[in-house]
């Protein structure tokens, strides 16, 4: 009776290990799939933009599209110039930098070098709320506030500007740069702040003359990745730059962006199939490798800084 017994528990329990292989054997393929998922869509996207930019660029001619100032896609004879978006971008982001790599880098230094654990803990989740407020909250704050605010101080400013935008979105980036920056400056040993107090310097000198250059790959890789952010920011620039389309350098006045000229066009002022329509594919993928680049730069900076650490 016991070896029947014995032998039923073999069975069950072989028949355990069969399906727990089995299980085990199933599990890398759905984590697979799901891993995938993100690159599927990427590549979707891509196909996407790919294959609708060609029909754009079969009717306008690349040279037209990447060189010429003239940007009128409602026009009876509609002319399609892309560089007066590309410094519509530009301006806003290095308007966002001047705001956000000064004070973000500052904010990652006092938390990292020079504030207490009881400051760094009530500190940061504040600068951190900044992150999670929505874009289009960040929209109407440089619309109604900033520009206002602005107006008083610099009467020429216009209604709609580059510069208000800007500001709000170099305010909306200062946790990213702080957060990324911060953890670039907290790997740094401690046993290299130890060694240049030892000798005399200051706790000013440490931070400027050792910390930072040990860090700076890593401080480098956080503006990099604010730029990209910057560039691909989309309701801040649609509410508050306006859709100014001329080739111009003046930040008081209205401006418009490759973000804000997609989402003017995607609401309605371009049938599809015209080549209009088209023209928002065509910005859309010029975005694409803008922002594809950006990241690129900052993902090497980053495993540079990580081989270094």
Known sequence: MEKALNVRELIENNKSKRNQEKFETLIPIVLFFIASISILTTIGIVFTLIVEAVLFFKQVSMIEFFTSTKLE??????????????????????IAMVVALPIGLS???FLSEYASDKVRRWLKP????????????????????????????IPALEPVNALSPG????????????SLSEDALSAVPN???????????????????????????GIIASFVLAISRAIGETMIVAIASGSNKNFTFDITGPM????????????????????????????????????????????????KFREEC
């Open 73 to 94: 896609p409602l026009a009876k004879e509609p002319s399609f110039g892309i560089l007066p978006l590309i410094n519509g971008t530009i301006m806003t982001t290095a």
């Open 107 to 109: 904010t990652a230094i």
């Open 126 to 153: 504040f600068i951190e709320v900044l992150a999670g407020i929505p874009t289009i909250v960040y929209g109407f704050f440089a619309f109604t506030f900033v520009t206002p605010l602005l107006r008083q101080i």
């Open 167 to 178: 500001i709000v979105m170099g305010i909306m980036i200062i946790p990213l740069v702080a």
């Open 191 to 217: 046993s290299m702040r130890e060694g240049a107090l030892a000798l005399g310097a200051t706790k000013f000198e440490v931070t400027m003359k050792v910390v930072i250059p040990q860090a700076l790959s």
């Open 256 to 303: 418009q962006t490759m973000t804000a000229y997609i989402v003017e066009f995607t609401s309605g002022d371009a049938a599809s199939g015209t080549v209009g329509y088209y023209s928002l594919y065509a910005v859309g993928i010029t975005l694409f490798l803008f922002t594809l680049v950006m990241n690129a730069v900052a993902q090497y900076i980053s495993r």
